[in-house]
């Protein structure tokens, strides 16, 4: 009777994350604390013991900051929910990026189980300036220079992007040939002007350093800050060439910044102009392909069946797990996963444990790098590369009082990457508990099912003409 006359004891909070290792790569904080989660932001860092209507036994576990993915192709409702048990809390298009910014944005409103955002895409603006239609990353005009007219259209569709909130504009140099330096650097000058950053695949160059030193000049020359993506597969096995080559460009003032995922073989389109010598492969090469959808190896007559069809591969492993693991542990590089679209539920295994896997293998196994130099890289990093365009930011990528509530648990002993070449869609182990904006999405590693607390990171929308860049019509030599 006295118990169930007793007053209820007030929850303080809605969730609390309770004796777990919280590690905050800003501050520094690395020390047991229960965390108090109210309203979607961390409103309570603190030794005492607090009291929430959802409580979460984090002993022994690490508390970290949501992980934030700068490069996810795949930003499908499924692909939110496997990115969300890798313990990605925020999943952004920044490479390739998207051709509707408004569109894009409006077709996910309320539906995604991470935060989402994009840029504006050069290629496929460029695809729509030149055709008036958007074939994707294949097509003779990607290797075609663009008119003075079409130039003024690319123009405009890519600032309107910027107007309408895109973070940044992405560009796929290995796929569009045809541009110019000279268009690529109006291209820089436009995103300088809107505070954006270019977020770029360098132009394929296994000889010298041709395909860095064209992009960090444009940036040099123009103002803008410059992000080369997936440095392991665009460098190779001379990564630490050009991890040197940045560094040196980061001393003399210009804004570079780069990013690998923690895999020796890529993901790509088969259509793309990346294979436009095929034919001349020996059948030795064309076994080092995987077709995706069915995980089978490919031969002379499946590629060429698929390249006319088009579709997603793996490619051969092309540089060594040494290379990875320079590029990993580099103190210039951050963690994006390069995680692609899922066909038939399946993609590159980088898709569904790239954090996973830095977790487990590069940091526990290997040593390569500190857990939390890993996590700084995963977390802090991307967010303030975001932040000058998008303030908002500042509240992500932190666990301290105020940051918005998105956090992963797991268990350092055991997170680990499962999915293979052959068997990519596999959840990674250790990810126990993962919270986005305040809402519990993944609990005891399972997806909590009809969650969608994901919300849109975007910039701030403006109406204006779009701002004037000289565009000099190319002249044959």
Excluded at 51 to 70: S, T
Excluded at 262 to 289: A, K, M, V
């Amino acid at each position: 009777m006295l118990l169930a006359c007793a007053p209820a004891v007030r929850a303080e909070y809605d969730i609390a994350v309770n004796g777990g290792r919280v590690i905050d790569p800003e501050s520094g904080i690395d020390k047991t604390l229960n965390v108090g989660v109210t309203a979607g932001r961390i409103a309570a860092l603190t030794e005492r013991p607090i009291a929430a209507a959802k409580q979460i036994d984090a002993a022994g576990r690490v508390v970290a900051p949501g992980f934030i993915d700068l490069h996810q192709h795949g930003q499908s409702i499924a692909n939110y929910e496997a990115q969300v048990r890798d313990g990605i809390t925020t999943a952004l298009e920044l490479e390739i990026g998207v051709e509707d910014v408004a569109g894009w944005y409006a077709d996910r409103a309320g539906k995604a189980a991470v935060n989402y955002g994009a840029s504006i895409s050069h290629p496929y603006s460029r695809q729509l300036a030149m055709l008036g239609r958007n074939p994707g990353l294949s097509g003779e005009s990607l290797a075609a220079e663009l008119t003075a007219a079409q130039y003024q259209h690319l123009r405009e569709r890519v600032a309107r992007g910027l107007d309408e909130g895109a973070l940044a504009v992405g560009f796929g140099l290995a796929y569009t040939p045809g541009a110019t330096g000279e268009e690529i650097t109006a291209m820089f000058r436009l995103a300088a002007e809107y505070d954006a950053a270019c977020h770029v695949h360098m132009r394929t160059n296994y000889e010298d350093f041709g395909n860095l030193e064209e992009v960090v000049q444009a940036a040099k020359e123009t103002g803008a800050r410059l992000h080369v993506v997936h440095l392991n597969s665009s460098a190779r096995d001379r990564v630490s060439q050009y991890l040197e080559r940045i560094l040196k460009a980061r001393t003399a003032g210009v804004a570079v910044t780069t990013e690998c995922y923690p895999y020796n073989r890529g993901s790509t389109l088969i259509q793309s102009h990346l294979f436009n010598d095929w034919q001349s492969y020996t059948d030795e090469q064309f076994g080092g392909y995987i077709w995706v959808e069915s995980g089978e190896t490919l031969t002379r007559e499946t590629f060429g069946r698929y390249r006319a069809r088009g579709g997603t591969i793996i490619t051969p492993p092309a540089y060594s797990e040494e290379s990875v693991r320079r590029a990993v542990a580099s103190p210039l590089t951050m963690i994006a996963s390069d995680g692609m679209w899922l066909d038939k539920g399946r993609a590159h295994p980088r898709s569904f444990g790239t954090y996973s896997r830095v977790l487990g293998r590069y940091v526990r196994e290997m040593q390569a790098l500190t857990l939390t130099d890993a996590l700084r890289k995963m977390t802090l990093m991307p967010a303030q590369l975001l932040a000058k365009r998008v303030p908002e930011m500042r509240n992500k990528g932190r666990i301290r009082l105020g940051a918005d509530a998105d956090i992963v648990v797991f268990d350092a002993d055991t997170v680990i990457d499962r999915g293979t070449f052959a068997d990519p869609a596999q959840s990674p182990a250790g990810i126990e508990h993962v919270i986005v904006n305040g809402v519990l999405t993944v609990e005891n590693g399972k997806l909590l099912r009809r969650v969608a607390a994901g919300r849109p990171v975007r910039a701030r929308q403006i109406r204006r003409d779009a701002p004037g860049t000289t565009w000099r019509q190319p002249q044959p030599d």
